[in-house]
C-alpha cells in the first residue's frame, strides 16, 4: 500500500530565505508525485508533478522539487521565499493500479514572516 | 475556460439529515473524484466516477453515494449525516484514460457543518 508523511506540520521562515518541505512516500510501485498548494479557504492547485521522467522537476511560482528512489523522497524547495507562499502544502502519490486515486500527506503549513 | 466549480460554497444540515454536493468538471474532462478533506488534515479519497460509473471506492461508509451524468458532472450525496461529516468536500476531475500520472483539477470546495 501507498502512503506520504510530510516531516513538519509546521514551517516558517523568512521572506527571501529558502524554502524546504520534506517528504516522504512509501510504494510498492514507481509512482508519481504531485505537490498542491491549498490557499485560505480556496481549492488545491497543482505545484509540480513528478511521472518517471527528469527527476528534478520545475513547478510553479519558482518552486521545485527533486526524486531520490534511493531515499524514497520528494521534498519540495524555493530559493527565496515570498509572502504570498504562506499557504498549505500537500505531498501526494499515486500508483498504477489506482484509477489516479490520489494519496495526501497530512500537509505542512508555511508561514513567511516580514 | 471555466476550472471545475462545485456547489453551494457552503451548507449548514443538521443530524441525520441528507445533503447533496454538486460538482461540474473542467471542459475537456470525462472523470470526477470526491474527496473529503477534515479540519486540519489532508483530503481523503472517497470515490470516483467515470463513464457514469463508480470506478474506485474509498474506505467511506454506504451513507456516501454518488452519481455521474451524461454531461461529466457529478453528485454526492451523504445520508444520515453525523457531527463527524462535517468538512470540506473537493472535487477533481481529470481524463480518465490518463492512468495514474494525469493531473487532477481540483474545484473550490463545499464546505459542510453538521450541528
Known amino acids: 500500500a501507498q502512503s506520504v508523511t510530510q516531516l513538519d506540520s509546521h514551517v516558517s521562515v523568512s521572506e527571501g530565505t529558502p524554502v524546504l518541505l520534506r517528504c516522504n512516500y512509501s510504494?510498492?510501485?514507481?509512482?508519481?508525485l504531485f505537490w498542491y498548494v491549498q490557499h485560505p479557504n480556496k481549492g488545491l492547485q497543482l505545484l509540480l508533478k513528478?511521472?518517471?521522467?527528469?527527476?528534478l522537476v520545475k513547478g510553479i511560482n519558482g518552486f521545485e522539487a527533486e526524486f531520490k528512489k534511493s531515499e524514497t523522497s520528494f521534498h519540495l524547495t524555493k530559493p527565496s521565499a515570498h509572502m504570498s507562499d504562506a499557504a498549505e502544502y500537500f505531498c501526494?502519490?499515486?500508483?498504477?493500479?489506482?484509477?489516479?486515486?490520489?494519496?495526501f500527506g497530512a500537509g505542512t503549513r508555511l508561514a513567511v514572516h516580514p | 475556460d471555466a476550472g471545475v466549480t462545485q456547489s453551494p460554497t457552503h451548507l449548514i444540515k443538521t443530524r441525520g439529515q441528507q445533503v447533496t454536493l454538486r460538482c461540474s468538471p473542467k471542459s475537456g474532462h470525462d472523470t470526477v473524484s470526491w474527496y473529503q478533506q477534515a479540519l486540519g488534515q489532508g483530503p481523503q479519497f472517497i470515490f470516483q466516477y467515470y463513464e457514469e460509473e463508480e470506478r474506485q471506492r474509498g474506505n467511506f461508509p454506504d451513507r456516501f453515494s454518488g452519481h455521474q451524468f451524461p454531461n461529466y458532472s457529478s453528485e454526492l450525496n451523504v445520508n444520515a449525516l453525523l457531527l463527524g461529516d462535517s468538512a470540506l468536500y473537493l472535487c477533481?476531475?481529470?481524463f480518465g484514460t490518463g492512468g495514474f500520472q494525469e493531473t487532477q483539477y481540483f474545484g473550490p470546495g463545499t464546505r459542510l457543518l453538521v450541528l
Open positions: 513528478y511521472t518517471s521522467a527528469a527527476t
Open positions: 510504494s510498492s510501485y514507481s509512482p508519481s
Open positions: 477533481a476531475s481529470s
Open positions: 501526494v502519490v499515486s500508483t498504477p493500479g489506482g484509477y489516479n486515486k490520489l494519496i
